[in-house]
């Protein structure tokens, strides 16, 4: 009886393709003193053989391991899974392993994930920020590249991937203004947090654009709540200011907008339409009515760091802070379905 697929070696597979072990070894791992025709006629017979390198003798054998690691900033954040979810839609499909750590937002902790991921012998390591607010750069305490994500490091040499807050503050205001709406107020989020300046800044600049201004200022920032956005909007009112649209940076202002909204006797969207941010759908599906929002594409935001580590490893890094498309996505709260 024959071998059974998983008992193919990388012997069976040199001997089929009429080579030595080193230089079959040489050919699967793509060494450049092998000849292309050579290297070739053995990837055919190692496909026609179902043959699969052992990643331990891989390992030993080069300075490539096919392990990549993750240092989270807060695992438990909401906005870490989506984008793990990408990072690992990337690497699954280049049959690459994800060593996963969490800093826990402890500096001290993050140095001993850094050592524990090197003493691993990873290839390289994504950063992974819990807001999108700027980090410290950690590439000189590492020998491997490395790429940040959500996050960007504060390095402008580094390689970094967030959100495009801008692209979303315009498709914002232009779905409100195309439906209409003039007299539009932007709420915004704490001040500390860079999401919360980016939006407010975009959405001024968006009305600009369209030649408005915001109606109630453009400084009305506060924090990440639903409270923040009922306040927000009874204040707004109790000082006579008119207007049929809000833009709320974040889900929960927005719901918190909406109910206030409701509690004084104004329909949603017929007199207020309201946009939110995040597409957080603990908040936008299940307001009444749902929310219109932005959603961060936080999935195909780990796509695009994982498929940058990957050539940084090949030696071909992008530098620099890449946004990545966000999108609108209509619910009710600005049009009936």
Not at 296 to 313: K, P, S, T, W, Y
Request: hydrophobic fraction near 40%.
């Amino acid at each position: 009886m024959g071998k059974t697929n998983d008992a193919v070696t990388l012997a069976d597979v040199a001997r089929a393709a009429g080579v030595s072990i080193a230089t079959a070894s040489k050919a699967l791992n793509g060494k450049t003193v092998v000849r292309e025709a050579t290297r070739q006629h053995v990837e055919e017979v190692a496909r026609s053989l179902a043959f699969t390198p052992n990643p331990f003798a891989r390992a030993l054998n080069s300075s490539i391991t096919g392990t990549i690691g993750v240092l989270t900033a807060d695992l438990a954040n909401r906005f870490v899974v989506p984008i793990l979810l990408g990072v690992e839609d990337a690497f699954g499909a280049d049959s690459t392993s994800v060593i996963l750590t969490d800093a826990r937002n402890d500096s001290i902790r993050e140095s001993h994930q850094l050592r524990t991921l090197m003493a691993k012998r990873v290839d390289g390591i994504i950063v992974l920020g819990d807001s999108d607010t700027s980090r410290p750069s950690i590439t000189e305490q590492v020998t491997v590249p490395v790429a940040y994500a959500f996050a960007a490091s504060q390095d402008p040499k580094d390689s970094s991937f967030t959100t495009d807050n801008s692209q979303g503050t315009d498709l914002a205001i232009d779905h409100l203004v195309s439906r209409g709406r003039r007299g539009i107020v932007a709420i915004s989020g704490d001040p500390t947090f860079s999401a919360a300046v980016e939006r407010l800044t975009g959405a001024t600049q968006a009305m600009k654009r369209h030649g408005l201004q915001l109606v109630g200022g453009e400084n009305l920032y506060g924090d990440w709540s639903e409270d923040w956005g009922r306040q927000c909007v009874h204040a707004l009112i109790e000082a006579g200011h008119h207007f049929d649209a809000i833009f709320c940076a974040s889900d929960q202002i927005a719901r918190g907008a909406i109910e206030q909204l409701r509690d004084e006797n104004l329909r949603v969207p017929e007199d207020v339409a309201v946009v939110g941010y995040d597409n957080w759908e603990l908040f936008s599906v299940h307001s009444r009515p749902p929310i219109t929002t932005i959603d961060m594409n936080l999935q195909e935001l780990g796509r695009a760091v994982a498929r940058e580590l990957i050539d940084a490893i090949k030696g071909q890094p992008q530098p620099g802070v890449h946004r990545v498309p966000v999108r609108l996505i209509p619910r009710a709260s600005t049009t009936r379905l």
